[in-house]
Nanobody, 122 residues
Framework: QVQLMESGGGSVQSGGSLRLSCAAS????????MGWFRQAPGKEREGVAA???????SYADSVKGRFTISQDNAKNTLYLQMNSLKPEDTAMYYC????????????????WGQGTQVTVSS
């Protein structure tokens, strides 16, 4: 079975940084694309960043230049480095597995992690 487990969330002040990790097990090695999503209270879950098996990345406009997605395939781990955090980045962040099309939308997610909370105060 596929299991995704996020960690690294926390509370930081505006301008601070956090590094999220997602440990994968099961058949996630067969996933063609992995990504990060986030969801704030009262909002739809939105795509943040995605990375293909080959390392090609994509980002939501709201995080470009501030967030970096990366992976360590040997360790089956996905990362999201978040810099210059803003209060509007406050949300539950979820690790996700997508297919080769790598569409960064919640309707196309195959597997979800349990989420890790990120809170950015002003």
């Amino acid at each position: 079975q596929v299991q995704l487990m996020e960690s690294g969330g926390g509370s930081v002040q505006s301008g601070g940084s956090l590094r999220l990790s997602c440990a994968a097990s099961g058949y996630t090695y067969s996933s063609d694309c992995m990504g990060w999503f986030r969801q704030a209270p009262g909002k739809e879950r939105e795509g943040v960043a995605a990375i293909t098996r080959a390392g090609s990345t994509s980002y939501a406009d709201s995080v470009k230049g501030r967030f970096t997605i990366s992976q360590d395939n040997a360790k089956n781990t996905l990362y999201l480095q978040m810099n210059s955090l803003k209060p509007e980045d406050t949300a539950m962040y979820y690790c996700a597995a997508l297919n080769v099309a790598c569409i960064l939308h919640h309707n196309f997610v195959r597997y979800w992690g349990q989420g890790t909370q990120v809170t950015v105060s002003s």
